[in-house]
């Protein structure tokens, strides 16, 4: 039987990002991750715990704070512990492979930032391919 276990989640933090160390000095970072959900008429959303490992949670931790837009991939974990109470306690995580960041309204008031320069900065990287400009105007006919 095959087993997949994929998740990917875009919206905006519901906190700052906390990064703490494990015991073996490995850093972790654990933030929260609010997506909307729209139905019809009405929008809901959804909160999430994602958890970050090693250098992908402290470029997190050292570049994101609350209400940044980000985009998560990665899987989903299922976590079981005892309380201080003696109670059984259960949670299902994210666990992050892979974030983008976003960009937001404070990007375009600082005059860039977001996906435009992380794709140029892709760009840039390849050494292959030129600076591209992308006119939002063209994904006006897009059906999704």
Do not use: H
């Not at 994929?6 to 654990?30: H, K, M, Q």
């Amino acid at each position: 039987m095959v087993s997949f276990n994929r998740v990917v989640l875009a919206g905006n933090l519901t906190r700052d990002p906390e990064l703490r160390f494990t015991s073996g000095g490995i850093p972790v970072c654990d933030f929260g991750l609010a997506v909307n959900r729209v139905r019809s008429k009405s929008e809901e959303v959804d909160f999430f715990d994602i958890t970050a490992w090693r250098e992908l949670g402290e470029t997190i931790a050292n570049y994101k704070k609350k209400g940044d837009p980000i985009l998560v991939e990665g899987k989903l974990q299922f976590r079981t512990w005892e309380a201080k109470d003696g109670s059984k306690r259960n949670k299902v995580d994210v666990v992050a492979d892979n974030v983008q960041f976003l960009g937001g309204r404070s990007d375009s008031e600082g005059g860039g930032g977001g996906q435009r320069q992380g794709a140029k900065q892709g760009a840039q990287q390849g050494g292959q391919r030129g600076d591209v400009d992308i006119n939002e105007e063209d994904f006006d006919d897009i059906p999704f």
